[in-house]
């Protein structure tokens, strides 16, 4: 089965800078990998996805990219600010687009600190 | 503003107690999921409905009970919960046979 892995556990970074979290996959059938953002006592947030059939997506600050023959994804996030600080999970999965659809595999998360 | 609602937000129970986790959406959704979230770990996958049925249930114990009475309503019913069932409860939608899963912000449970 699929299997992610999530790279920084912890990420502190001055306001203004620039933050980066990594995830590889196992499962090459995997086509569909979303991005949540997860704030204390809230559920996750979607800030982000992308299907495999597109190698970057932005949206503002936030950017994705995704390396299918290395299998890995990443989360770029500019000009940080204090309210960017959350718990960050990958998560990877098949997607049939209209048939049965796989489940999400999360990474462990990233607990990203900005500091003022 | 999540559009998955979830109710309450907040539940202490004791062992022996019978409650009830409510989610509601009004996207459309075919889908609907329950996830069990303890502290400092990912959401991990209870239970999956589409159109209303039971698709997936990831070997959970018993004394959880799901039930889906129509396409925007899902309940969790909770029965004999142990102290280690304690933990944040999250339920999700998405259009079936699509993502991306929209959650709600949860369920703490705590069992005494």
């Known amino acids: 089965g699929e299997n992610v892995e999530q790279h920084p556990s912890t990420l502190s970074v001055q306001e203004g800078d620039s933050a980066v979290i990594k995830c590889t996959y196992s499962d090459s059938a995997s086509n569909y990998f979303p991005w949540y953002k997860q704030e204390l006592g809230k559920g996750p947030q979607l800030i982000i996805d992308?299907?495999?059939?597109?190698g970057e997506k932005k949206d503002q600050r936030i950017a994705v990219t995704l390396n299918k023959t290395a299998k890995h994804f990443s989360l770029h996030i500019t000009e940080t600010q204090p309210e960017d600080s959350a718990v960050y999970f990958c998560a990877a999965t098949v997607n049939n687009y209209g048939g049965s659809q796989g489940n999400l595999i999360f990474g462990k998360g990233t607990k990203l600190s900005v500091k003022p | 503003d999540t559009e998955v609602t979830q109710t309450p937000k907040h539940l202490v129970m004791g062992m022996t107690n019978k409650k009830s986790l409510k989610c509601e959406q009004h996207?459309?959704?075919?889908?609907m999921y329950w996830y069990k979230q303890k502290a400092k770990k990912p959401p991990e996958l209870m239970f999956v409905?589409?159109?209303?049925?039971?698709?997936i249930n990831e070997s959970v114990p018993s004394r959880f009970s799901p039930e889906c009475p129509n396409s925007s309503l899902l309940n969790l019913h909770l029965h004999a919960l142990q102290p280690e069932d304690s933990a944040l409860y999250l339920c999700?939608?998405?259009?079936?046979?699509?993502?991306?899963?929209?959650f709600g912000d949860g369920t703490r449970l705590s069992i005494l």
């Open positions: 409905y589409s159109y209303e049925k039971l698709s």
């Open positions: 996207m459309g959704h075919r889908a």
């Open positions: 999700a939608s998405s259009a079936w046979g699509g993502q991306p899963q929209h």
């Open positions: 992308i299907r495999s059939n597109v």
